[in-house]
């Protein structure tokens, strides 16, 4: 894995957060024809659940 700045790390755990923020929220949802399509890379894979994401956030933390 390449090494992030503190301020990359930050943004990339703050957009996460967001991320999982809006699928919580129903604002974002896979294959969305939006962020979503990110999310699953315009459904190749499923995307990451709200709860995957959390768990994600707090080992990449460390």
């Known amino acids: 894995m ?3 700045t503190s ?3 930050d943004a990339i ?4 957060r967001l991320l999982q923020f809006s699928l919580d929220a129903g604002t974002v949802a896979p294959n969305d024809g939006d962020v979503g399509d990110i999310l ?4 190749d ?3 990451m659940t709200a709860e ?8 990449f933390n460390f």
């Open 2 to 4: 390449s090494e992030f």
């Open 7 to 9: 301020k990359e790390r």
């Open 13 to 16: 755990l703050a957009g996460l």
């Open 40 to 43: 699953t890379c315009s459904g």
């Open 45 to 47: 894979h499923d995307g």
């Open 52 to 59: 995957e994401i959390d768990l994600f956030c707090e080992e």
